[in-house]
């Protein structure tokens, strides 16, 4: 009864100190500090280095693991440092180009280890259905395709107040790669491109991806290129839909976007 006493006591200090250390480790590096380094003993994160010496922390992790081993023996590795926030959205598409097909589906995978306020607002959106229906309005061939105006008006303008601050460029503007739009430092609201070709020097410009298409690179292909830069976004923004399906009739659309 009191080994097993001793070893809940441990086990509650143990884990106490492991939350703080994940917690610590899930805060974006410029809060946790450039030079915070992980270290691994045993098999588990320890987000400051001078813990990963520290022979009392290292005693407790031994008992804590053997205490693990015992209650998953025979069972599935579990890991307990999932669960990033990352997450899969489909897009379904409507008019591309080709004879085949009018149809196609794209899936873009997040990533908020490389732009996290611009994940949540990507979120945010898609939870609030405001992709449905959604024009590819420019559209550059070998360069990008951009979309982010809501076909209704009052949608677009709840969302142009709806700013974030800028992230920091943590991975490049290669082809596949999905990024806000911005019009100059801490701009971003609504607007995205899909890179079709490798742009490095959209990095430089501040630039900074929030995930990439990992499946449909195919249908992005066949997005309906014939209008280019012709849409108005003045007036994308203040008729929506309706000016563009007047005007630009073969527009590539959003049809549906959901979580995956």
Known sequence: MKS??????IHTIVTLILLFNVSFMALP????????????????????????????????LEIFDGMLDEESAGGD???????????????ELSQLMGSTSTG???????????????????????????????????????????????????????????????????????RGIVTFATSGPNTRTSQLFINTANNPFLDRQGFSPIGEVISGMDSVDQIQTKYR????????????????????????????AYFS
């Open 4 to 9: 097993f006493m001793f070893k809940m006591r």
């Open 29 to 60: 590096s410029f809060v946790r500090g450039e030079n915070d380094e992980p270290s691994h003993k045993n098999g588990i994160l320890v987000s400051d280095p001078n813990l990963a010496d520290d022979p009392e922390l290292l005693a407790a």
């Open 77 to 91: 590795e579990i890991d307990h440092l999932s669960g990033t926030g990352s997450r899969k959205v489909t897009f």
């Open 104 to 174: 196609g589906v794209i899936v873009i995978q997040t990533r908020p280890d490389w732009a996290p306020l611009g994940v949540a607002q990507f979120h945010e959106m898609v939870e609030a259905e405001f992709f449905n229906q959604c024009r590819f309005f420019r559209v550059v061939p070998g360069f990008m395709i951009q979309f982010g105006i809501s076909g209704d008006p009052a949608v677009s303008s709840v969302w142009r107040k709806k700013g974030i601050k800028d992230d920091p460029v943590n991975n490049s503007n290669v």
């Open 229 to 256: 830069e012709k849409p108005n976004q003045g007036s994308i923004q203040n008729q929506g839909n309706e000016y563009l399906n007047g005007n630009f009739p073969d527009l590539s659309f959003i049809s549906n």
